[in-house]
C-alpha cells in the first residue's frame, strides 16, 4: 500500500509540474492532459454491511420521494425517476441538488450501475457525488471496465485514483462513506486549510483523508476559490441510468 501510494505521488508530482508549466505559457491543454493510466488500483473482494442511518443523521433520501433535492439548472423539483426504493438519473433532465446546504459531514449514499452495460471507460455507468457542487467522488462502472485511474470509480475524480477497486458488479449496490471537512478561508478569500476527504467503498478504505488540491476541473489543474462555508451536494447527470437510495448525512 505504502509503494502504491509513493508512485501516485511521485506521478501525481511530476504531472502537475507538466501541466503548471503548460498554462504558465499559456498552452491550451486536452482533457487527458490530466488523466493518468498507471498505477491501476488491483481489484479486492468488498464484503457486506448494514447501512442503516443512524438516529442522529438527516435522512435525505429514504425511497419515498426526492422532496430534499431539486434542479441544479432552475431550483425546480427534481425530475428523476423514483421505483422500487430509489431514484435513477432521468438523462438529460440534469443535476440534482440538496435543499440543504452542509459543510463537514459524513455523507452516506449507496448506488447502482445499469445491468445494461454500454460503452467503456468514461461512457459507462458515468455520474457522481460533487459535494458542495464542487469536490467529485468518482461513480462509475469500473467492475470490469478500464479508465484512466483517477477517473475510475471511488476517485476523486482528476485527483487520486482509491487505493483499491473495491466495485461489485453492475446492477449490485455500492455504498459510500464519504467524511468530508470543508476547506478554511480567512476574510480576504486566502485558504488558510485545504479540504480533505476520506472515503470508503463497500467498506473498503479507499481514499484515506486526502488533501484536496482545489475543485474538480475535467481540463487543467484546480485552484482554489472562496466559497460558503457550507453548500448543498450535487448527485450527477452523465447520461447514464445510474440509481441512488439511502442517503444520509450526520453533520460534523
Not at 90 to 115: C, N, V, Y
Request: charged letters at 20%.
Amino acid at each position: 500500500m505504502k509503494t502504491l501510494m509513493k508512485h501516485v505521488i511521485i506521478l501525481a508530482c511530476l504531472f502537475y509540474i507538466g501541466i503548471a508549466s503548460a498554462q504558465q505559457k499559456d498552452i491550451k491543454l486536452p482533457p487527458e492532459a490530466t488523466e493518468f493510466w498507471e498505477p491501476v488500483p488491483r481489484k479486492v473482494t468488498p464484503g457486506t454491511a448494514n447501512h442503516l442511518a443512524p438516529d442522529d443523521a438527516i435522512v435525505l433520501f429514504d425511497g419515498s420521494d426526492l422532496s430534499h433535492f431539486e434542479s441544479v439548472r432552475d431550483g425546480s423539483p427534481a425530475k428523476w425517476t423514483l421505483a422500487n426504493g430509489a431514484m435513477t438519473v432521468a438523462p438529460r433532465t440534469g443535476d440534482i441538488r440538496t435543499k440543504q446546504s452542509f459543510g463537514d459531514m459524513q455523507l452516506h449514499i449507496e448506488w447502482s450501475s445499469p445491468t445494461e452495460i454500454k460503452g467503456e471507460g468514461q461512457g459507462r455507468g458515468n455520474s457522481g457525488v460533487i459535494i458542495m457542487g464542487l469536490y467529485e467522488i468518482q461513480v462509475l462502472d469500473s467492475y470490469e471496465s478500464r479508465t484512466y485511474s483517477n477517473g475510475q470509480a471511488a476517485s476523486v475524480y482528476k485527483q487520486y485514483p482509491p487505493l483499491v477497486n473495491a466495485m461489485k458488479k453492475p446492477g449490485e449496490w455500492n455504498s459510500y462513506d464519504i467524511f468530508f471537512t470543508a476547506p478554511r478561508f480567512n476574510q480576504d478569500g486566502m485558504l488558510t486549510a485545504p479540504a480533505k476527504v476520506t472515503v470508503v467503498h463497500n467498506g473498503v478504505l479507499v481514499q484515506n483523508a486526502v488533501e484536496l488540491k482545489g475543485p474538480t476541473e475535467y481540463i487543467g489543474i484546480p485552484n482554489y476559490k472562496a466559497h460558503e462555508s457550507k453548500l448543498p451536494f450535487v448527485l450527477q447527470d452523465h447520461g447514464d441510468l445510474v440509481s441512488f437510495r439511502n442517503i444520509w448525512v450526520r453533520e460534523l
